[in-house]
Antibody, heavy 123, light 107 residues
Framework: QITLKESGPTLVKPTQTLTLTCTFS??????????VGWIRQPPGKALEWLAL???????HSSPSLKSRLTITKDTSKNQVVLTMTNMDPVDTATYYC???????????????WGQGTLVTVSS | DIQLTQSPSFLSASVGDRVTITCRAS??????LAWYQQKPGKAPKLLIY???ALQSGVPSRFSGSGSGTDFTLTISSLQPEDFATYYC?????????FGPGTKLIIK
């Protein structure tokens, strides 16, 4: 059974750094064809892709947020950590981590999601 | 970034109806497109990948088609549990952008 769960603060102050941890089970990020990504969704709004890291440590972040995002993995702990610097109230959103899986000749797709964690940015 | 547009933004329909949602990409993405269903307070669920492949466990009333820049998601006969918001996502280029969503509401 594949599960992912996000953990981290629910409230951060403007200018602070947000650190979110995705702890997963049922798969290994050391196996080829797997990745873990982060996606967020402001209240009542659409999904926004943030960053992802693959089994081989290849990383990709949203260009609009790239200077603020860092994504790392700890394969031994089955964890992926996302840090986002200089938080602003507009960053208030539900943050999801998700597994990406390579479907033969068809690319990587998100097939499992965490439950999401609401992060509010407010002083 | 590749921009995705969806139409309509809102769709009112009845149980049993056949509905189609469109997703258009700002440039050619081959068939690297997914469709997700999201219900309030829940994480999205993968329905379709590679534009037309049905994810395991998803009912066959869902189907996808298209390639290049124009894609469609069709629900052949709406069920009560299908009223939700639907998103397309491209995975051809980084960042893997999502469309703005289509909210399917009960008429």
């Amino acid at each position: 059974q594949i599960t992912l769960k996000e953990s981290g603060p629910t409230l951060v102050k403007p200018t602070q750094t947000l650190t979110l941890t995705c702890t997963f089970s049922g798969f290994s990020l050391s196996n080829s064809g797997v990745g873990v990504g982060w996606i967020r969704q402001p209240p009542g709004k659409a999904l926004e892709w943030l960053a992802l890291i693959y089994w081989n440590d290849d990383k990709h972040s949203s260009p609009s947020l790239k200077s603020r995002l860092t994504i790392t993995k700890d394969t031994s702990k089955n964890q992926v950590v996302l840090t986002m610097t200089n938080m602003d109230p507009v960053d208030t959103a539900t943050y999801y981590c998700a597994r990406l899986f390579y479907y033969d000749s068809s690319g990587y797709y998100v097939d499992y999601w965490g439950q999401g964690t609401l992060v509010t940015v407010s002083s | 970034d590749i921009q995705l547009t969806q139409s309509p933004s809102f769709l009112s329909a009845s149980v049993g109806d056949r509905v189609t949602i469109t997703c258009r990409a700002s440039q050619d993405i081959n068939s690297y497109l997914a469709w997700y269903q999201q219900k309030p307070g829940k994480a999205p669920k993968l329905l379709i990948y590679a534009a037309s492949a049905l994810q395991s466990g998803v009912p066959s009333r869902f189907s996808g088609s298209g390639s290049g820049t124009d894609f469609t998601l069709t629900i052949s006969s709406l069920q009560p549990e299908d009223f939700a918001t639907y998103y397309c996502q491209q995975v051809n280029n980084y960042p893997f952008t999502f469309g703005p969503g289509t909210k399917l509401i009960i008429k």
